[in-house]
């Protein structure tokens, strides 16, 4: 009896194990649950839009580079339009602004050109939407640890935001062995008078690319006003580099911007040609051409010096047709100022031939022999 009695504790104890580990396990399960619902998208959504950072050991060049891009300029304004949300969608300011609110992606500080994103460089929101003057409520399901905040449209200064400033980071691995260019961050930038009326931009904040890839994903914008088929979404654009944006500093280790390095604006605009060349030109200057290529550039070159050697000719024939040209000028000006010379000759000699001649006609004095009577040509005669 005693030991029947110590297996049946036993299995008491077993049995109540076992609903607790069920309890547990069902408990997990609706927490999961209710994560998954809150989230807008899943873990496994967020890795198949994430662009995965290749090591250090696959690095074998990089070169960060910071641009502002201009959203009135080329196709940029695909991130600026519409104004306000319609039903062609939203821009991407209004996008990135409701997932920092409502809590979804984690926005970071602008150190000014020393960019850190680690949990301790992290935004808190409230401060950057009262620094901003961006009206906003406390939304339902806000805790103190996971806060989230409501935003009426009207009150977010989408129209205001008229640059971005993003970090581009070009690398050279040894995987693919080839230059590739990916957008790693970017920054809203508003523009607004300060108080003296001077227009001012403020950088607002940085989030990651990879973070808001899964959202803008799904947002599809104009990128030409002759074809009005959406082919291309927010994240094509950054991905196929359909933007256009000027340097405005490379990473250094003084942290200076080109302005500063070159206050002069030759000098300026100098140094930005100068480092787009090099990063174009670097994955071309790594190989050695093959034959084609070789050929190809033989041919250019030949056909450059044909068309050198004939403009040549041309320019000696132009040189040759203008001396002739010239010289004829020179004999027709030459004839017709000699025939000029003998025309007035011959004009003057008909204006003395046909000029009468006066004769001058001499009276002949007679001289009277008698007391002065005059004589008589008859009586001469005789």
Same mark, same amino acid.
């Not at 150190?111 to 950057?128: A, H, I, W």
């Not at 100022?337 to 002949?364: C, E, I, L």
């Given at each position: 009896?005693?030991? %029947?009695?110590?297996i049946t504790v036993a299995l008491l104890a077993a049995l109540a194990g076992l609903s607790t580990q069920a309890q547990v396990v069902r408990k997990k399960a609706g927490d999961e649950g209710k994560k998954k619902t809150n989230s807008a998208i899943s873990e496994r959504q967020q890795s198949f839009y994430e662009v995965n950072e290749p090591?250090?050991?696959?690095?074998?060049?990089? $070169?960060?580079?910071?641009?502002?891009?201009?959203?009135? +300029?080329?196709?940029?304004?695909?991130?600026? =339009?519409?104004?306000?949300?319609?039903?062609?969608?939203?821009?991407?300011?209004?996008?990135?602004?409701?997932?920092?609110?409502? @809590?979804?992606?984690?926005?970071?500080?602008?150190?000014?050109?020393?960019?850190?994103?680690?949990?301790? &460089?992290? &935004?808190?929101?409230?401060?950057?939407?009262?620094?901003?003057?961006?009206?906003?409520?406390?939304?339902?399901?806000?805790?103190?640890?996971?806060? *989230?905040? /409501?935003?009426?449209?009207?009150?977010?200064?989408?129209?205001?935001?008229?640059?971005? =400033?993003?970090?581009?980071?070009?690398? #050279?691995?040894?995987?693919?062995?080839?230059?590739?260019? *990916?957008?790693?961050? %970017?920054?809203?930038?508003?523009?607004?008078?300060?108080? =003296?009326?001077?227009?001012? $931009?403020?950088?607002?904040?940085?989030?990651?690319? !990879?973070?808001?890839?899964? =959202?803008?994903?799904?947002? &599809?914008? #104009?990128?030409?006003?002759? !074809?009005?088929?959406?082919?291309? !979404?927010l994240d094509d654009f950054f991905k196929l580099n359909m933007y256009s944006g000027e340097i405005y500093k490379v990473k250094n280790l003084r942290n200076m911007t080109l302005r500063q390095q070159f206050p002069d604006d030759s000098a300026y605009h100098h140094a930005q040609d100068s480092i787009e060349a090099r990063l174009r030109q670097?994955?071309?200057?790594?190989?050695?051409?093959?034959?084609?290529? %070789?050929?190809?550039?033989?041919?250019?070159?030949? +056909?450059?010096?044909?068309?050198?050697?004939?403009?040549?000719?041309?320019?000696?024939?132009?040189?040759?047709?203008?001396?002739?040209?010239?010289?004829?000028?020179?004999? $027709?000006?030459?004839?017709?100022?000699? /025939?000029? $010379?003998? @025309?007035?000759?011959?004009?003057?000699?008909?204006?003395?031939?046909? +000029?009468?001649?006066?004769?001058?006609?001499?009276?002949?004095?007679?001289?009277?022999?008698?007391?002065?009577?005059?004589?008589?040509?008859?009586?001469?005669?005789?």
């Amino acid at each position: 009896m005693k030991f %029947l009695k110590i297996i049946t504790v036993a299995l008491l104890a077993a049995l109540a194990g076992l609903s607790t580990q069920a309890q547990v396990v069902r408990k997990k399960a609706g927490d999961e649950g209710k994560k998954k619902t809150n989230s807008a998208i899943s873990e496994r959504q967020q890795s198949f839009y994430e662009v995965n950072e290749p090591s250090d050991a696959d690095l074998q060049w990089m $070169k960060v580079v910071y641009r502002e891009l201009d959203l009135t +300029k080329g196709k940029n304004p695909a991130l600026y =339009y519409p104004e306000e949300p319609n039903e062609d969608g939203q821009s991407l300011f209004y996008i990135i602004m409701r997932l920092v609110a409502d @809590g979804d992606i984690d926005c970071y500080e602008w150190l000014d050109g020393r960019e850190m994103f680690t949990p301790e &460089y992290k &935004y808190k929101v409230s401060n950057m939407l009262d620094r901003f003057h961006i009206l906003y409520t406390t939304a339902k399901g806000s805790t103190e640890k996971h806060p *989230r905040y /409501s935003i009426e449209n009207a009150d977010i200064p989408g129209s205001e935001v008229l640059s971005y =400033y993003i970090i581009e980071k070009w690398e #050279f691995d040894t995987r693919s062995n080839a230059m590739k260019s *990916r957008v790693e961050a %970017l920054c809203p930038v508003l523009h607004r008078e300060d108080e =003296y009326g001077v227009m001012q $931009k403020w950088p607002m904040f940085w989030v990651k690319m !990879n973070d808001i890839r899964p =959202y803008i994903a799904r947002q &599809y914008v #104009f990128t030409d006003d002759d !074809n009005n088929l959406l082919r291309y !979404n927010l994240d094509d654009f950054f991905k196929l580099n359909m933007y256009s944006g000027e340097i405005y500093k490379v990473k250094n280790l003084r942290n200076m911007t080109l302005r500063q390095q070159f206050p002069d604006d030759s000098a300026y605009h100098h140094a930005q040609d100068s480092i787009e060349a090099r990063l174009r030109q670097f994955n071309k200057s790594l190989w050695v051409p093959d034959r084609e290529e %070789l050929m190809a550039a033989k041919e250019a070159r030949e +056909k450059a010096e044909r068309a050198k050697a004939a403009q040549a000719d041309g320019d000696e024939q132009q040189a040759t047709q203008d001396d002739d040209e010239q010289q004829s000028t020179t004999v $027709k000006s030459a004839r017709k100022r000699s /025939s000029t $010379k003998r @025309g007035s000759k011959a004009k003057s000699s008909s204006q003395s031939k046909s +000029k009468p001649k006066t004769t001058k006609v001499k009276t002949r004095s007679i001289k009277s022999s008698s007391g002065g009577a005059t004589r008589s040509v008859r009586n001469r005669k005789r």
